[in-house]
C-alpha cells in the first residue's frame, strides 16, 4: 500500500498533474475570496469556500478519469496485481494518493482564515469546519470518481460520467422541488427504480436467483409498506433524492450550523465508494 | 511446484484455454509453445493470479493462487508479454519501486536493486527515463522486476521478442542459468528457442494441452519417418532403375536441395519400416551409381509443431 501510494503521489507532481490540480483550485477559491470577502466584504469565508465547491465539477474528473484506466494503458496493472498486494490494499493506496493531493490545497487554504483576521473579524469555527466539510466534500466526490473509472477502460467516458454524476448532485435540490409529492405516484415511481436496480443486478451478477429475490422483496416491500401506511410516501420522493444530494449537506456550514451527521455522511460515502471500487476492479478481472 | 489443474478460461462463448493441466518440477524449464491465440499468455495470466480461471486450480509451492493469492504471489515473477513499466519514471527509481511492492525488506532493497540491474546490465541506464529506453533495454527491465526478491517461480511471456540477435543469444543463456535456481514457465513460438533453452515443452492448440514431452523425446515418438535421404551422382531415371528391383520401397521423391554439382538428392520411403539402407546401397554398387551420402530423414520439433497445430492453416 504504502509503496503504490508513494508511487502514485510522486507521478502527479512528476506528470504536472497535481500541480495543474493545486493551481487552478487555488485559482477558483481565490476568485471567489475576492468576490466574496474582499470585494463584497463579507467576513464569512465559508462563501468563498462554498462558491468553489461547484468547480469539483471540473477539478475532480481531471485527477481521476486517469486514476486506474492509466495503469491498464501501460500494461502496469500487470504488474500490481501480480504482486503480493491485495486489491483492497492498491485501491486505498491511489485514493489516499489523491486525497494528498487535495490536502495540500485544501492546506493552503487554511492560511487564508488567518489572513483575513487582520482585517477584521473571521470566525475562525464556521470558516474551519466549512473548510473540513469542504474537504470531505471533495473526498467524496473524488471517491466516486474513482470508482467510476474502475467500471471502465475509456478515460473520456470516465471523464465524463463522472461530471454528469457530480452535475446531478449539484443540481439535485432543484430536481427534488419538481418531484411530484402524490403518494400512489411516489410508489410507481420507487416500484420502476426498483424494478432497473433489478436489472442492473441482473446484468451484472448474471443470477436469476439474487435478482428474483431481490425484486420480490423491494417490490412487495413496496407494496405492502404503502398498503400498511399510505402517508408515508407522502413526500417520499423528495426525502429519498434529498438524502443523495451531497451538496446540500456541504451548505448548512456555511451558516455556522456543526452538523456531525454531515461529516459521518461523508466518511460513510467515501467508504462506501472505494468498496465498490475494490468490487469493480474484481468483477472486472474475473471476467477479462 | 507449479500444479494446474483442469484450467479453463471461458470468454461468453469462446473457450480460450480448454481443461488444461501440467505440472511443472522444482528446477525446470517449461517451454509453452502455440500458434498466436492459442492461449499461451491467457493461461500465464491465470498461473499468475492476473486474471481468474472460469474452472480449475493453480497452485504454486502449495499455495493456490485463488485462496491464498497473497503468499502465492510473493513466489512467482512475471514478465508479462509487454514489459509492465511505467514509461515516466527512471529505470533504478521504477526497480526500487518494485523492491517495496514486492515486500523486499527494507534493509535489502538497496542491494536487490543493485544485483537485478547487475545481472542483466542495465545498470549503466540506471538514471535514464524508461520512456526514452528502447525495446531490448526495456524488455530487461521488465526481467529485472521479475527477478526482484529472487522468486522461485518466474513466468516469462515471449521474453526474447523485440531483442536483437545479440540480445537474444545472451537472454536465452540467461533462462538457462536461471532455470538451475528457479522453476521457470517460458513462452515463445520460436520452436529453435524453446527447444534450445526448455527441458520440457508443452505445445497447445486454441487452449487444448496438445503434448507435453521433453524436445527429444518428442522428436524420437513423433518425428519418425520411414524416409532416407539419398544423395547419389545420377540422373533420375538412372537412380529409380537401380532401385526399383527393392520390394519394399514405396515411394521415391527427388528433392529440391541445394547439392554439390552433378549431385541429386532423393527421398526414399520404405513401406513397412523396415531398413532399407543397406539395399539402396547395394542396388546403387551393383548399378554403378556413385553413393555420396544416405541418412534417415528426422522431422524436426518444427514439423511436429506445424503438424499438430497447423491442419486449420492458422499457424504463424
Known sequence: MKAIYKRELKSYFTSFLGYLFIAFFLLFIGVFQYLYNLRLGYANFARAVNGTATFFLLLVPMVTMRILAEEKRQRTDQLIFTSPVSVERIVIGKYLAIVTVFAIAVAIVCVYPIILHNYGATNYKVAYTTIAAFFLLGCTYMAIGMFISALTESQVFAAVVTFIVILFTLMIDLLVQMLPTG?????????????IIGVITYVMMKSKVVTGIFLVLSVGGLIVAF?????????????????????????????????????????????????????????????? | MITVEHLVKQYGDFRAVDDLSFTVE?????????????????????????????????TINGFNVYDEPEKAKRCIGYLPEIPPVYPDMRVKEYLSFC????????????????????????????????????????????????????????????????????????????IRSLGREHTVILSSHILFEVNAVCD?????????????????????????????????????????????????????????????????????????????????????????????????????????????????????
Open chain 2, 99 to 174: 523492491t517495496e511492492l514486492k515486500e523486499v525488506p527494507k534493509k535489502e532493497r538497496k542491494a536487490e536493486v543493485e544485483r537485478v540491474m547487475e545481472l542483466l546490465h542495465v545498470k549503466h541506464m540506471q538514471n535514464k527515463m524508461i520512456k526514452h529506453l528502447s525495446k531490448g533495454y526495456r524488455q530487461r527491465v521488465g526481467l529485472a522486476q521479475a527477478l526482484i526478491g529472487n522468486p522461485e517461480v518466474l513466468i516469462l511471456d515471449e521474453p526474447t521478442v523485440g531483442l536483437d540477435p545479440m540480445q537474444i543469444t545472451w537472454m536465452r543463456k540467461l
Open chain 1, 183 to 195: 403518494n400512489e405516484l411516489a410508489l410507481a415511481i420507487l416500484i420502476i427504480l426498483a424494478v
Open chain 2, 26 to 58: 522444482k528446477g525446470e524449464i517449461l517451454g509453452f509453445l502455440g500458434p498466436n491465440g492459442a492461449g499461451k499468455s491467457t493461461t500465464m495470466n491465470m498461473i499468475t493470479g492476473y486474471n481468474s480461471a472460469t474452472e480449475g486450480d493453480v
Open chain 2, 200 to 316: 520440457r515443452v508443452l505445445i497447445i492448440n486454441h487452449g487444448k494441452k496438445v503434448i507435453i514431452d521433453t524436445p527429444d523425446n518428442i522428436i524420437r515418438t513423433l518425428g519418425g519417418t520411414n524416409g532416407v535421404r539419398v544423395v547419389v551422382r545420377a540422373g533420375e531415371e538412372a537412380f529409380r532403375t537401380a532401385i526399383s528391383g527393392i520390394s519394399n520401397i514405396s515411394r521415391c521423391d527427388a528433392l529440391d536441395e541445394q547439392v554439390e554439382e552433378g549431385l541429386t538428392a532423393y527421398a526414399v520411403y520404405s513401406s513397412d519400416g523396415g531398413e532399407i539402407r543397406d539395399r539402396i546401397a547395394a542396388a546403387c554398387a551393383k548399378r554403378g551409381i556413385a553413393l555420396f551420402e544416405m541418412n534417415a530423414i528426422q522431422k524436426t520439433l518444427e514439423d511436429v509443431f506445424i503438424e499438430m497445430t497447423g491442419k486449420e492453416g492458422d499457424t504463424k
Open chain 1, 227 to 288: 398498503l400498511v401506511n399510505r402517508q408515508s410516501f407522502d413526500g417520499s420522493l423528495a426525502r429519498i433524492f434529498g438524502w443523495l444530494s451531497v451538496q446540500s449537506r456541504f451548505s448548512l456550514f456555511m451558516y455556522g450550523i456543526v452538523d456531525i451527521s454531515s461529516y459521518i455522511y461523508f466518511l460513510s460515502m467515501i467508504f462506501l465508494f472505494v468498496f465498490l471500487t475494490v468490487q469493480a476492479i474484481k468483477k472486472r478481472r474475473w471476467e477479462a
